[in-house]
């Protein structure tokens, strides 16, 4: 048997005349690290997914965006008049943050986010209609 060594595998000459490769440390370190950045790779693949299965899938910058920041901030000023004793203009705000509220469901269709604002919004709007000393309040 007549051995040559190369720097990654011995040729080895059998006695049945053919050549066979053993692979050296090196070849089987440089195997080892191969299939490790495949697993690695495999693993940051699903990673990605569940990160894109849980990441918000509200867009950004586009029309039913603003309404939708425009109604939130509409309620929170709605609640701050109310609490100012300025029940007109609290309830305006909370009607107009409503109707926001309900583009943005239909936009989304998200049927609850509808009716929920529908529904808030007929009370408020029913309020004002009924309540004709809130615009007394308002006048002094």
Not at 59 to 75: E, F, I, N, Q, S
Not at 88 to 105: N, P
Request: glycine share 10%.
């Amino acid at each position: 048997m007549s051995k040559e060594k190369d720097a990654d595998t011995i040729t080895e000459l059998g006695e049945d005349g053919k050549l066979h490769n053993i692979t050296t440390k090196a070849g089987r370190l440089a195997m080892e690290l191969a299939s490790e950045k495949k697993r690695l790779a495999q693993e940051l693949e699903e990673l990605q997914g569940e990160y894109d299965d849980i990441k918000p899938l509200t867009p950004t910058g586009t029309r039913d965006w603003y309404v939708k920041w425009g109604a939130m901030l509409l309620c929170v000023l709605g609640v701050f008049l109310t609490s100012g004793k300025m029940y007109i203009l609290g309830q305006l705000c909370y009607f107009f943050s409503a109707i926001g509220w309900i583009y943005v469901g239909m936009q989304w269709s998200d049927r609850a986010l509808m009716i929920g604002s529908a529904i808030c919004g007929t009370a408020v709007a029913m309020l004002l209609i009924d309540n004709p000393d809130l615009y007394l309040l308002f006048s002094r």
